[in-house]
């Protein structure tokens, strides 16, 4: 029973809870003093505004109310218009419109909702009505607050690795495509990390995987310290992670590489109770102004110069180096030839 009560006696003072800002616009002195009493008395923080064009600069600022009561006639700009722009505008989060109005002509009703309102009220209306209506518009705004909570989780889920919490493969490659883009259009270089942690075979096998997962988990958290926080760390696989670093030649990309690895080899991972060495090699690719479509060739890359990490040995950073003479080789190959003859 006490409980039954409790629950009863919450939902009664919902509207009582918190001060939601409601956004007032009316003209007539009257009810404006009459709607700050009532909302008030509601609990809800009272905006008054005292035309159209106040109502709508009011809607204009970073903390703006999400629920409107907009009387129709008002100087300046009616509440019609208010409306239509709040809408135009497309505000995110949703702005819920009651529009009050004196008119009864059916025709006048559906231009008011034709422009976007989502209710409406005729003066003079009754108190009791004006307070259902306005926690019906509150209750559809909990509900787009949830709704969007739960888009945003979802676009989290669908781009982050849900282990490591850095972006998952996918995304870290379509950021990939978008910096080559932007590369290629302002002319700045781009560089690749292509990370692999070393034996990590070793530490699944001798401590299990639960301490496996943790390793990764630390792995994430301290590339993504010594990351910059434009620079874009994604899971690429199992130990194997893709840092995509906009702005860096092959110098700045090898420093970076080297900040990561100092990362690891400085101090051991605790996993699962137990202090470990955990090392890791880094392949490093780049190029200094991109063409469009050069991510699978930046890939391909680093992953060559991981590669020539692993065989050297582990824990190092290795840049890819081309077959394919530089200009720049090729000229001095050239002025020597010159000297020469
Ligand atoms: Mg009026």
């Known amino acids: ?146 709704l969007m909570e739960a888009r945003e989780a979802l676009r989290v889920q669908a781009t982050h690795d849900a282990l490591t919490g850095l972006l998952n493969r996918g995304r870290v490659v379509e950021i990939l495509f978008a910096e080559i883009a932007r590369s290629a259009r302002e002319r700045r270089p781009l560089a690749v990390l292509m990370v692999d942690l070393d034996h990590f075979k070793q530490i699944n096998d001798t401590h299990g995987h639960q301490a496996g997962d943790a390793v990764l988990r630390e792995a994430a958290r301290r590339m993504q310290a010594v990351t910059r926080h434009y620079d874009s760390p994604g899971r690429y696989g199992g130990e194997e992670f893709l840092i995509v670093l906009p702005g860096c030649g092959a110098r700045d990309g090898y420093v970076q590489a080297e900040r990561i690895r100092e990362a690891f080899a400085r101090e051991p991972f605790a996993a699962g109770g137990e202090s470990m060495a955990v090392t890791c090699s880094i392949g490093v690719s780049s190029s200094d102004a991109c063409a469009d479509g050069e991510a699978c060739r930046l890939i391909r890359e680093a992953d060559e110069a991981l590669y020539d990490a692993k065989n050297r040995g582990r824990n190092r950073v290795a840049r890819f180096v081309s077959d394919q003479p530089s200009a720049e080789s090729l000229a001095l190959t050239k002025l020597a030839k010159f000297s020469e003859a």
């Open 1 to 146: 029973m006490e409980s039954i009560g409790a629950i009863q006696s919450a939902n009664l003072s919902s509207d009582l809870g918190q001060t939601m800002p409601v956004l007032v616009a009316e003209d007539n002195p009257v009810f404006q003093s009459m709607l700050r009493s009532m909302l008030t008395k509601w609990g809800y923080d009272a905006r008054i505004t005292k035309n159209g064009l106040e109502a709508w600069e009011a809607m204009q600022a970073a903390d703006a109310p999400r629920l409107a009561v907009l009387d129709w006639m008002m100087p300046y700009m009616d509440g019609v218009e208010v409306c239509r722009r709040i809408r135009t505008a497309a505000h995110e989060p949703y702005v819920y419109v009651l529009l009050l109005t004196a008119r009864t002509e059916s025709q006048d009703l559906v231009e008011g909702m034709e422009a976007g309102a989502d209710d409406y009220l005729t003066k003079p209306f009754n108190a009791q009505e004006l307070r259902v209506r306005l926690r019906a518009g509150r209750r559809i705004l909990d509900l787009q607050q949830q």
